[in-house]
């Protein structure tokens, strides 16, 4: 058996701080706004927070471009105010978990302005940097996750630098001891100041080889994995968080099984990419498929049943709304939210909330490109256009699945701009914040704040929710996604309903009978009949009655 750590009754609760909380006025959220918030997070009764990040930034990326991985960014605040929201945090028992971007810097880091500047300073090895081809052309035809070229020439040096993602994000050469060693340093750094572990943002990048062209789960990933346990981890009782767009279920205990000795979980994204178009990508995503979406997500639950663990999550800042996504945020949002939120975390594994989903918010209604302020959406649009593309065909995939919408400013009350800031936000407040924010929601008395309170309790105090053993039932069902948890004697059984009409389900005998709810949408149940009916998105968890 392995031994409990304290993140596995925990639920995680995303921070974006440029979108939380502007505490000054400039339109900008910042770390004491976080502070301000505390009693939000506690009240809901999280473990910790994973802050975006707040590092020193030309803010390109929005901050995953860092220039000085020591500093906080003059908008976010001080290193003081950090070191406050630390403790602050801790004396609510909410620990800081902080994101590690180290697959690339910001072009402005004083690393990459040495390394552009001269081949012959020690930093110009920190990073990946090949000869032009024949034709003074880049080495390869790679593209950036942005759009255009991976790789951009630097004529003072005479080469091109690679990056995956955009141009001011150039990729760090893992394959640089002294590289490697200023990271394991830098991250030390931080974890004597208190945080809680990090988030890891694209980790399974840092083993690529570009010129094999093998950049994602490259062949010295995990050693590189393993080096940063011993060098940074071992010994210390933090929470690391590996994000990776590649792993697999083939691959996923590489990271997180037992006796590896690299990360505690993986954040992976299979069940979202069901969602969008196999060749069009993210910008022109499909219809909801309900049965793919089981399969992947119990395909991780089948997978960490006797080793690793699993981050459980529908919505983080590069995605959008998950109610607006996956159910409705118009007649039904409020049940849909709430069912959202009972099949994620009645699931094994470490349940993650982003800002703003604890009440429901939707997803922008942008009608105009201008409106949106992320580069993947920008430059996507300026390519997809530049192809032939209609604009209202590009918005319209962009109206579901931008990075954006989950970047609009919190809403905490009706007052304007929802209470986030006195001045002008960054980006558009949605406006439906007069009627969905923080106050309205908890003045109801089924709010959805109340509902993600009774299921972050409920992981607390039941073992069961913590570790039982999980067992989709019904998996080819279009419109219901239901399962079982067991541990010893002890059972739950979850239904839910994806669709927006009634849907009746005989169920067999041994699913019948009288049951304790643990969590529902419309009606606390006292038994469960041969024919189960269940309103438009509504969800039941329950307890066979000894
Ligand atoms: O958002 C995406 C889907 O289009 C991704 O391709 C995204 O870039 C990927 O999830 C990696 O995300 C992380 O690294 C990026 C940063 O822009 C994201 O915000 C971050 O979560 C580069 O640092």
Request: aromatic letters at 12%; glycine letters at 8%.
């Amino acid at each position: 058996e392995p031994t409990e750590r304290w993140w596995h009754r925990a639920t995680g609760y995303q921070v974006y701080p440029r979108s939380f909380a502007d505490s000054d006025g400039d339109g900008m959220g910042d770390i004491p706004g976080i502070i301000s918030r505390l009693g939000h997070l506690s009240d809901l009764g999280i473990g910790f927070i994973w802050l975006s990040p707040v590092y020193a930034s030309p803010m390109i990326d929005n901050g995953y471009d860092i220039s000085d991985y020591r500093d906080i960014a003059p908008e976010f605040g001080t290193l003081d105010d950090m070191d406050q929201l630390i403790a602050s945090a801790r004396e609510r028992g909410i620990g800081i978990v902080m994101d590690l971007v180290v697959n690339h810097s910001s072009a402005l880091h004083d690393w990459f302005k040495a390394a552009r500047a001269s081949r012959d300073c020690p930093e110009h090895g920190y990073y990946i940097w090949r000869d032009p081809a024949a034709d003074g052309g880049p080495p390869d035809d790679a593209r950036a996750a942005f759009g255009g070229p991976a790789w951009t020439f630097v004529p003072e040096v005479g080469q091109y630098y690679f990056h995956y993602f955009s141009p001011a994000q150039p990729d760090l050469n893992w394959q640089n001891r002294a590289l490697r060693a200023e990271i394991y340093e830098m991250m030390r750094w931080w974890l004597d100041r208190g945080i809680a572990g990090f988030r890891m943002d694209v980790i399974s990048l840092i083993g690529k080889d570009v010129d094999a062209r093998i950049y994602e789960e490259g062949p010295d990933l995990h050693r590189f994995l393993q080096e940063m346990h011993r060098e940074v981890l071992s010994g210390r009782d933090v929470l690391t968080i590996g994000e990776s767009w590649s792993v697999s279920t083939e691959t996923g205990l590489l990271y997180c099984g037992r006796d590896r000795d690299e990360l505690d979980m993986v954040f992976e994204f299979s069940h979202i990419r069901e969602g969008w178009h196999p060749e069009l990508g993210k910008f022109a995503p499909k219809p909801f498929d309900l049965v793919a979406f089981k399969r992947a997500l119990f395909a991780w639950q089948d997978l960490t049943s006797e080793d690793g663990w699993h981050a459980l999550f529908l919505s983080n800042h590069d995605l959008p709304r998950q109610v607006s996504f996956y159910a409705d945020d118009g007649a039904h949002r409020c049940v849909a939210a709430k069912t959202l939120a009972t099949v994620l975390h009645l699931l094994k594994g470490t349940p993650f909330v982003y800002q703003g989903e604890e009440i429901g918010m939707t997803n922008a209604r942008f009608e105009r490109i201008d409106q949106y302020r992320d580069l993947e959406t920008l430059n996507h649009f300026e390519e997809q256009i530049a192809q032939g593309v209609e604009p209202e065909v590009f918005l319209a995939g962009a109206n579901r699945n931008s990075r954006d919408h989950s970047r609009t400013p919190m809403q905490w009350s009706a007052a304007p701009q929802g209470g986030f800031t006195t001045g002008t936000p960054w980006i558009e407040t949605n406006p439906n914040f007069t009627e969905i924010n923080v106050e309205a929601d908890l003045a109801h008395p089924e709010s959805i704040f109340a509902h993600y309170r009774r299921l972050i309790r409920l992981r607390q105090e039941n073992e069961i929710v913590a570790f039982g053993q999980t067992t989709q039932l019904m998996p080819d069902d279009p419109e219901i996604l239901a399962f079982e948890r067991r541990l010893g004697g002890d059972r739950i059984v979850v239904f839910a309903n994806f669709s927006d009409r009634v849907q009746t389900r005989a169920l067999p005998a041994e699913l019948t009978g009288p049951v304790h709810c643990l969590a529902w949408t419309h009606a606390e149940r006292e038994a469960l009949a041969g024919d189960l009916v269940l309103a438009p998105f509504e969800s039941i968890a329950c307890r066979p009655a000894a």
